[in-house]
Structures are given as structure tokens and as C-alpha cells.
């Protein structure tokens, strides 16, 4: 079945610092991609996509290119900032096939220190 | 903008009582979700519908039910809450058929006692 495989936290960075966070997908077909953010005591929050091998999805400095040779989706940031800390998610949506449910990866906890 | 609105934003119940958690969302959206979310388990699917009168189990559906008789609204119902039940519920919508993303609600905080 889908799989989502992200690199495991926390992840402790100072306010400035260069952010990845690695995520790799097991997939049938080739999926869309995201990355979700959830702020303390909040929902999910679409962070950003990319839904076609090569695109490059950004949002808020975040950028994250999907890679079909070596089936990845790495999330980074050049310079992380205090308000960054969170919890960001990465997940798939098969293209093929019928179903529409996002699978996650377990999470990558980024606290991110002044 | 999309908005998933859950019905509380915390909760608390007793052993034995029956729940109902409540998501209404206001863009006409086919799909809907039940996720719990649990401290170093991630995010969890329990039940999904893809339209009205329509329900799928996910991974974990033992001990709820969901009701989803209008289009914009998925009810998640705790037939006998337990301790074990206490989590982060998290309710989420998206378009028909396409590959596109879930918008999700707030949150409700459950917490069983």
C-alpha cells in the first residue's frame, strides 16, 4: 500500500538556520504531494503541493520539489524563524485508483529557538 | 476560503457516555474524514464518507460510528466513550474525485474521564 516516510524529530534549529526535512513516498502511479502544518492546539494547515513530477511547491519560504527518480518530497527553508515551530506533515493522494484519502508520514516536531 | 468548522474545541465526558462530534463544512465538498491524533502515533483515519448516506472504515474504526446525512455536515459518535478514547479529533473535507488536498478543521481536544 501508500506509505509516507519522514524523517523523525524533534528537530531543534536556532532563529535563522537552514531547515530540511527529509520525506520519501512508496506509491503506485505517481501521487500529489503536501506538506501540512499544525500549529500548537490547532488543525492542519496546507503548507504547500506539487501534484506532477519536478514541480516545486512554495509558500511562506518553504519550498519542497517533487522528485520522481528518487521518490522524495524534502521540505526547506533558508532561514527558519521563531514562529516556524510546529508540527509539519507530509502526505500523499494516489492519482490512480479510488482512493481520496490523504496518507500521512508520522510528523517532524520543529522548534525552532531565538 | 474553505472552512471546516468542528462543534468544540474541547471536551470532556465520562466513562460510559455517548458522543457526538460534529464537522460541517461549507464549500460542497464530496469528502469527508474522521482522524485521531495521538502523541508519537501521528494522524489516524477512522472513517470516511464520500457522499451523503455513504461511509467507509478506516484504519481504526473500532468503537465509533459517524453519520453523514446532509452533504456539509459528518457527525463522529462515540457509541460508549472510553478512557483509551481520549485524543485529538480532527475532521477534514476535499473536492469529489480530484487528487486535491483536505482542508481541516480546528481540532476538538476529547478527553474521557
Known amino acids: 500500500g501508500d506509505s509516507v516516510t519522514q524523517m523523525e524529530g524533534p528537530v531543534t534549529l536556532s532563529e535563522e538556520a537552514f531547515l530540511t526535512i527529509n520525506c520519501t513516498y512508496t506509491a503506485t502511479g505517481y501521487p500529489s504531494l503536501f506538506w501540512y502544518v499544525q500549529y500548537p492546539g490547532e488543525g492542519l494547515q496546507l503548507l504547500l503541493k506539487a501534484t506532477k513530477a519536478d514541480d516545486k511547491g512554495s509558500n511562506k519560504g518553504f519550498e519542497a520539489t517533487y522528485r520522481k527518480e528518487t521518490t522524495s518530497f524534502h521540505l526547506e527553508k533558508g532561514s527558519v524563524q521563531v514562529s516556524d515551530s510546529a508540527v509539519y506533515f507530509c502526505?500523499?493522494?494516489?492519482?490512480?485508483?479510488?482512493?481520496?484519502?490523504?496518507?500521512f508520514g508520522s510528523g517532524t516536531q520543529l522548534t525552532v529557538l531565538p | 476560503d474553505v472552512k471546516v468548522t468542528q462543534s468544540s474545541r474541547y471536551l470532556v465526558k465520562r466513562t460510559g457516555e455517548k458522543v457526538f462530534l460534529e464537522c460541517v463544512q461549507d464549500?460542497?465538498?464530496?469528502?469527508m474524514f474522521w482522524y485521531r491524533q495521538d502523541p508519537g502515533l501521528g494522524l489516524r483515519l477512522i472513517y470516511f464518507?464520500?457522499?451523503?448516506?455513504?461511509?467507509e472504515k478506516g484504519d481504526i474504526p473500532e468503537g465509533y460510528s459517524v453519520s453523514r446525512e446532509k452533504k456539509e455536515r459528518f457527525s463522529l459518535i462515540l457509541e460508549s466513550a472510553s478512557t483509551n478514547q481520549t485524543s485529538m479529533y480532527l475532521c477534514a473535507s476535499s473536492k469529489g474525485h480530484s487528487n486535491t488536498e483536505a482542508f481541516f478543521g480546528q481540532g476538538t481536544r476529547l478527553t474521557v474521564v
Open positions: 502526505a500523499l493522494i494516489p492519482l490512480s485508483g479510488s482512493a481520496r484519502q490523504l496518507t
Open positions: 464518507s464520500y457522499d451523503v448516506k455513504m461511509k
Open positions: 464549500m460542497d465538498h464530496e469528502n
